[in-house]
Nanobody, 127 residues
Framework: QEQLVESGGGVVQAGGSLRLSCAASGRAFSNNLMAWFRQAPGKEREYVAGISRSGGSTNYADSVKGRFTISRDNAKNTVYLQMNSLKPEDTAVYYC????????????????????WGQGTQVTVSS
């Protein structure tokens, strides 16, 4: 399993931007389909975005489509989430997740589909 460490969270005003990073320590990073999830207080963890092993295919939740961009750098064992036009409802703990297999990114959007998780990073958007 991958060891995942997120960073880049913080407090930002509505309309602002943040870039989250997730560094993986395993040797099979390029074999993993990667995703970002988030969990707001009192709510279930929800899917935000996913990216294929090569980075050539991405998938987004409707709530973030057009504002967030997921990308990866396999040479650096890192996946990113660029978040623009942030809204107060984006406030949550953001988690990075890895899945060893899976070719179609849009198929894997449940927390049960992913076996490795980071510890999370807090994103707070003030109005």
């Amino acid at each position: 399993q991958e060891q995942l460490v997120e960073s880049g969270g913080g407090v930002v005003q509505a309309g602002g931007s943040l870039r989250l990073s997730c560094a993986a320590s395993g040797r099979a990073f390029s074999n993993n389909l990667m995703a970002w999830f988030r969990q707001a207080p009192g709510k279930e963890r929800e899917y935000v975005a996913g990216i294929s092993r090569s980075g050539g295919s991405t998938n987004y939740a409707d709530s973030v489509k057009g504002r967030f961009t997921i990308s990866r750098d396999n040479a650096k064992n890192t996946v990113y989430l660029q978040m623009n036009s942030l809204k107060p409802e984006d406030t949550a703990v953001y988690y990075c997740a890895a899945r060893f297999s899976g070719a179609v990114v849009s198929r894997w959007t449940s927390t049960a589909d992913f076996s490795s998780w980071g510890q999370g990073t807090q994103v707070t958007v003030s109005s």
